[in-house]
């Protein structure tokens, strides 16, 4: 709305995948849209794990939604970010795919702008794995419900604030979690007082947590250096 959104506005659907699919809640939002008419779309993803096998079919499912509902989606692609679950790279690592974050925004924006035309073709069999995922985001919705609320917590409101599906409310000092987790993660790694613990899907939750400032910090590494450290199968 901020852009004078009218019915012939471009949508642009940016999301980070999540079991290999959108997040449920992206779901929600994308049925709850009236029609429209050849309106164009461009849906981009966001993971750590990049254009590849499992996630070459975690836009399907959007980009089906949206074209039932009269969108012509003429572009998509992938954008990385370090991963936040399951497995801590290494500090370096993640500090280059910050570095060229930026530069692949640009080059999908002009890509965009200019009118380009991009589709993939996924793979038949993560079709079937973004379906199960698809699943296990729906499960999910409850998992918050497990968390303990450790004594560090002092309500200071920052998980209830920064929760992007505005399922934590604070009552009596205190985080209350409803029924709408999207398993983001955000109020683990976010906390201030690092006071919540998850129970359920622990293997899940990177133990050192998820902290992108301290990358900041960190001293910039040569050209030569990204390949000695980018070995290994993951």
């Known amino acids: 709305a901020c852009f004078g959104y009218s ?3 471009p949508l642009l659907l940016l999301y980070p ?10 779901y929600d939002w994308l049925n709850s849209m009236g029609t429209v008419d050849k309106v164009p779309a461009a849906v ?10 499992p996630n070459t079919a975690c836009r399907a499912e959007a980009i089906q939604i949206l074209e039932r509902k009269g969108y012509t989606v003429t572009y998509e692609n992938m954008l990385i970010m370090p991963l936040n679950v399951f497995f801590q790279l290494k500090p370096q690592i993640s500090q280059i795919l ?6 692949k925004v640009k080059i999908l924006a002009s890509d965009i702008d200019r009118g380009e035309v991009r589709r993939t073709k996924p793979r038949a069999f993560d079709k079937l794995l973004t379906r199960y995922g698809r699943r296990e985001g729906l499960k999910i919705k409850t998992v918050a419900k497990s968390f303990i609320i450790g004594e560090a917590c002092i309500g200071c409101g920052w998980c209830s604030e920064h929760c992007p599906t505005g399922n934590i409310s604070i009552t009596d000092g205190k985080p209350v979690f409803s029924d709408n987790c999207n398993f983001c993660l955000s109020c683990i790694y976010g906390c201030p007082k690092e006071a919540l613990k998850v129970t359920k899907d622990k293997f899940a939750v990177i133990k050192q947590g998820y902290n992108l400032n301290r990358l900041d910090k960190l001293p910039p590494i040569g050209s030569g250096e990204t390949k000695k450290l980018t070995k290994g199968w993951l």
């Open 7 to 9: 019915e012939k506005t």
């Open 44 to 53: 981009i993803s966001v993971s750590g794990g990049g254009e590849t096998s």
């Open 17 to 26: 995948v999540y079991e290999m699919n959108a997040p449920a809640n992206v």
């Open 98 to 103: 910050l570095d060229t974050l930026p530069k």
